[in-house]
């Protein structure tokens, strides 16, 4: 299977219907980047700035950060790279930033929240990341944004550094995107100007099915509870490409998720064109899309939906089998 992956590398993910579907890569360490040479990614999907924060004993200087984006865009030769801001709290704890314990932290006082309430280090970060770009292109991300004002704010600290950085003499990414992760079933409810405003939506599917079925990712007990392709959960992602499609808006997923070559190719039925994963599934989930007709495996979703199934995926598998996948 290894070589099969290997001779795939250099072709795209193009299903039979004929829909190209771009995969990118997740990454957190300066070690992760050789994979975007051997995996075949278009790109970085995810880039999880928090790793270079989490084995620290304190918050890294800027010219640090800034050392480490500058070398990843290196490292990316020209590749698009998605700088996701620092995303702290819950399941990822810095021993120095640590927030006052809470009852449920997978709810509390985290990422973007800790981001906007802290704007010091939030704004270090991004004058780290204009400075890394260093003229080139920059995408950044925030994580858990559950409300348009989180990110307008957040936006506009962007481009407050930004005229900071011009106003130093500094030189400027020569293009800023300015994206924001759906990770809470509220967003997708966000009014048409978060759509119309946010350059990209980044679906978190990690954090989003713990929200949407209100099932604890972190607790074994439950964490396997609801299927990926339950059928409530698949209409909601159509439905969040709906909405970016509607407003010309660049979606992608980027949680664990994509790199499962089932569940890669129902979210690429419901309407997905990119998806970031793990370099290793990169081969496995290209090979999936290259043997099966988008339109006739979203007729499948569609089938379980109107028969009032709990799952697509027992017909979604039985599918798949019939074609010898
Ligand atoms: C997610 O929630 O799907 C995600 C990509 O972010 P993380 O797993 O780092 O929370
Ligand atoms: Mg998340």
Redesign the pocket.
């Known amino acids: 299977a290894q070589q099969q992956y290997a001779a795939l590398r250099e072709l795209p993910a193009t299903a039979r219907c004929g829909s190209t579907v771009s995969l990118n890569m ?1 990454a957190g360490l300066m070690a992760d980047l050789p994979s975007l040479e051997g995996s075949g990614a278009e790109g970085v999907g ?1 880039y ?1 700035t928090e790793l270079q924060f989490l084995i620290r004993s304190k918050v890294p200087r800027r010219s640090e950060q800034a050392a480490l984006y500058s070398r990843i865009l290196d490292a990316g030769q020209g590749k698009r790279v998605v700088f ?1 801001t620092l ?1 702290i709290g819950s ?2 704890v810095l021993p120095y930033m640590r927030p006052a314990d809470e009852p449920n932290p997978a709810l509390g006082w985290r990422a973007i929240r800790l981001g906007l309430d802290r704007k010091g280090v939030m704004r270090m970060q991004l004058q780290s990341l204009l400075r890394g770009a260093n003229g080139r292109p920059l995408a950044l991300m925030f ?1 858990m944004v559950a409300q348009f004002d989180e990110y307008r704010e957040a936006r506009e600290l962007v481009l407050n550094e930004i005229e900071k950085e011009r106003a130093l003499g500094h030189t400027l990414p020569s293009n800023v995107e300015i994206g924001a ?1 759906l ?1 809470t079933p509220s967003l997708a409810f966000a009014p048409d100007a978060f759509f119309k405003m946010v350059d990209f939506v ?7 099915k713990q929200f949407f079925f209100a099932a604890d990712r972190e607790n074994e007990r439950v964490r396997r509870r609801y299927d990926t392709l339950n059928i409530s959960y698949l209409s909601f992602i159509g439905q969040i490409v709906d909405r970016c499609t509607a407003h010309g808006t660049p979606v992608s997923f ?3 998720d994509a790199g499962r070559p089932t569940e890669a190719a129902c979210f690429a039925a419901m309407g997905l064109r990119t998806l970031s994963m793990r370099p290793a599934s990169i081969g496995p989930v290209k090979h999936m899309l290259r043997q099966i007709n988008l339109d006739d495996l979203r007729r499948v979703i569609d089938g379980a939906a109107a028969r009032g199934e709990q799952s697509a995926r027992p017909v979604v598998e039985a599918w798949l089998r019939k074609q010898g996948l």
Request: charged share 40%; net charge negative.
């Open positions: 997740n995810l999880r996701r995303d399941d990822k994580p992760m990770e980044s679906i978190g599917g990690n954090d989003l980027c949680g664990e």
